[in-house]
């Protein structure tokens, strides 16, 4: 049986870490899925010291993100030499995240208020990594064509069709994780040690 690894998995915009969301449900049986609610109002640079830190104290072996998670997967994977999957990715958050500037609420029904400062010191997805690219193809947020042909010399990119923003394969995409997983291990060696007997 694969020993269990250990998953960080970043919310995306407005959103918060829920262990019963349907994608945190779906990745347990690959590994121990953990994860932290992001504020994304607070500037980019406090969010990648949070989600660092985050990787560090629970030893992750791989990094999933959904939305501006998925950016976040890429730019903290690839500081830290640890795998990621992002799933319909923000890859411009400067750009893409300008119609949230001001105050608005999340899905869960918190006030937010979001600066064009903090919009306007985000960077774009690093090309580089070990990443693998989940795409919904009706993405009614965010050209889900203009990512792959944007990545899909950087990255391995599988697109499913139809879809939503919110993603609507991840049972499909456990097996491409899974393989992918499986790839990495012979690059990164991603399981800890302290896993084999579990």
């Known amino acids: 049986m694969h020993p269990k690894i250990v998953i960080l998995y970043i919310h995306g915009f407005g959103s918060r870490f829920d262990p019963q969301s349907d994608k945190v449900k779906a990745l347990s049986c690959l590994g ?9 109002t607070t500037m980019p640079s406090l969010i990648e010291k949070q989600l660092m830190s985050a990787c560090t104290d629970f030893q992750v072996d791989l990094i999933v993100g959904t939305s501006l998670g998925g950016y976040w997967a890429n730019r903290i994977g690839v500081q830290i030499g640890v795998p990621f999957v992002s799933i319909n990715p923000a890859i411009s958050p400067n750009s893409t995240l300008q119609k949230y500037i001001g105050c608005g609420q999340t899905y869960y029904g918190d ?14 997805f690093f090309a580089q990594g070990c990443g693998l690219i989940l795409l919904d193809m009706a993405d009614e947020l965010l050209d889900s064509i203009a990512t792959k042909n944007r990545l899909k010399d950087k990255f391995k990119v599988h697109c499913f069709d139809g879809g939503t ?14 393989e992918f ?13 302290t896993d084999i007997n579990h």
């Open 165 to 178: 923003h919110r993603f609507s394969h991840m049972n499909e995409a456990i097996p491409i994780i899974e």
């Open 181 to 193: 997983v499986s790839d990495t291990e012979l690059i990164y060696g991603v399981v800890n040690e």
């Open 111 to 124: 006030n937010y208020e979001l600066t064009s400062k903090t919009v306007d010191a985000y960077a774009d």
């Open 32 to 40: 121990n899925v953990k994860g932290i609610t992001v504020d994304y």
